[in-house]
C-alpha cells in the first residue's frame, strides 16, 4: 500500500502559467481533500470532494479548479499562478464511515515567482 | 478563519517532561483530532476524541475534551527527541464532511 501519494514534488512556476497537482490514494477511500500550508501555519482547505463525479469548495477555493474523475485520483489546477499561490500544497483521503482520521500524501512545494 | 486555536504557540522543554497543549473552537462538532507533522513531511494521525467522550489515551498520549468550554488538550508524557514536531487540532464539524485546523504547536524536545 503507498496510500497516498502526490506529484510532483516540487515546482516552480512563472506568474500567469499553469499546472496540475496529481494526488492518488490507493485505500478505496471515497473523500479526498486539497489543502494548502503557508509557513507557520496550520492547514487550510482548497476544495475536497466526497466521491466520485463531486467536488466541492472549501475555505479558500479562489484560483484553483479541481477533478475527481477517477475515485482514486484527485487533480488541483492552477489556471494562472500567482505569487501569492506559492506554498506547500497537502492532499488527504478518508473514508466516508467511521474511523474518520484523514490521511495525507506528503506534500508538494510550490513556488511562483 | 480557523476554528482551531492552539496555546502555545511554541513549546520547549526537556526530554522526559510532559508537553501539554490546548486547542480551543467555535462550533459543535462531531469529533476532535489531533495530527502530528514532522518538518516537511505531511500530516499523521494521531488520536480522535468523540464529542459524547471526556478523555483518552493512546500510550503516551492522552487527551481530553471540553465540550461546554470547546476546548481540548494533547498531553505528551515522557517526552522523547523524537516527539519533536508540529502538532494541530482539528474539529469536524456537526454539519460537514471536513475538517477544520488549528494553526498549531510547535513542539521542541531537548536531549
Known amino acids: 500500500n503507498a496510500g497516498v501519494t502526490q506529484t510532483p514534488k516540487f515546482r516552480v512556476l512563472k506568474t500567469g502559467q499553469s499546472m496540475t497537482l496529481l494526488c492518488a490514494q490507493d485505500?478505496?477511500?471515497?473523500?479526498m481533500y486539497w489543502y494548502r500550508q503557508d509557513p507557520g501555519m496550520g492547514l487550510r482547505l482548497i476544495h475536497y470532494s466526497v466521491g466520485e463525479g463531486t467536488t466541492a469548495k472549501g475555505e479558500v477555493p479562489d484560483g484553483y479548479n479541481v477533478s475527481r474523475l477517477k475515485k482514486q485520483n484527485f487533480l488541483l489546477g492552477l489556471e494562472s499562478a500567482a505569487p501569492s499561490q506559492t506554498s506547500v500544497y497537502f492532499c488527504?483521503?478518508?473514508?466516508?464511515?467511521?474511523?474518520?482520521?484523514?490521511?495525507f500524501g506528503p506534500g508538494t512545494r510550490l513556488t511562483v515567482t | 478563519s480557523q476554528q482551531g486555536e492552539e496555546d502555545p504557540q511554541a513549546l520547549s522543554i526537556q526530554e522526559g517532561e510532559n508537553a501539554t497543549m490546548n486547542c480551543s473552537y467555535k462550533?459543535?462538532?462531531?469529533?476532535l483530532q489531533w495530527y502530528r507533522q514532522n518538518s516537511g513531511r505531511g500530516l499523521v494521525h494521531l488520536i480522535l476524541?468523540?464529542?459524547?467522550?471526556r478523555e483518552k489515551h493512546s500510550g503516551r498520549l492522552r487527551v481530553t475534551l471540553d465540550t461546554s468550554k470547546k476546548s481540548s488538550s494533547l498531553l505528551i508524557t515522557a517526552s522523547r527527541a523524537a516527539d519533536t514536531a508540529s502538532y494541530f487540532c482539528?474539529?469536524?464539524?456537526?454539519?460537514?464532511?471536513?475538517?477544520?485546523f488549528g494553526g498549531g504547536t510547535r513542539v521542541l524536545v531537548k536531549p
Open positions: 476524541i468523540r464529542s459524547n467522550e
Open positions: 488527504a483521503s478518508r473514508r466516508n464511515r467511521g474511523p474518520y482520521e484523514q490521511y
Open positions: 485505500m478505496n477511500h471515497e473523500y
Open positions: 482539528a474539529t469536524d464539524e456537526a454539519a460537514g464532511n471536513k475538517l477544520t
Open positions: 462550533t459543535s462538532i462531531n469529533n
